[in-house]
Each structure stands twice: as structure tokens, then as C-alpha cells.
């Protein structure tokens, strides 16, 4: 599987829908970046109360 993004072989690959997308690294990473600036990412970390000491 190749690189939703370049041609480089993907190291990940991501399904939903049974759709899958293949990811090299370095696209990963980017995607992976853009998630943690992402306000959604707060909103699931509310949602699940990630912060709550057991």
C-alpha cells in the first residue's frame, strides 16, 4: 500500500467505512500533528476525562 499522499511505501494505514488509507511516516506524523492542534482532539479529551487521576 502506498502513501495516501506521496508515492512512499505507507508504514500506517487508517480504515473507516471500510475505506482504507495508507500513510508513510512522514505524513503520518504530519496527520498526527494536526489532530493534537485540533480542537476536537480537546473535545475528546473532555469527552473522556483523560486528565482524571485513578
Do not use: K, N, P, W
Not at 505507507?10 to 512522514?26: K, N, T
Not at 493534537?36 to 469527552?47: G, M, V, Y
Amino acid at each position: 500500500m502506498h502513501c495516501h499522499y506521496c508515492d512512499r511505501e505507507a508504514a500506517f494505514a487508517a480504515e473507516s467505512d471500510g475505506v482504507r488509507v495508507g500513510l508513510c511516516e512522514e505524513h503520518f506524523r504530519d496527520r498526527l500533528e494536526e489532530l493534537a492542534d485540533s480542537e476536537a482532539l480537546e473535545q475528546i479529551r473532555e469527552t473522556v476525562d483523560v486528565d482524571r487521576a485513578e
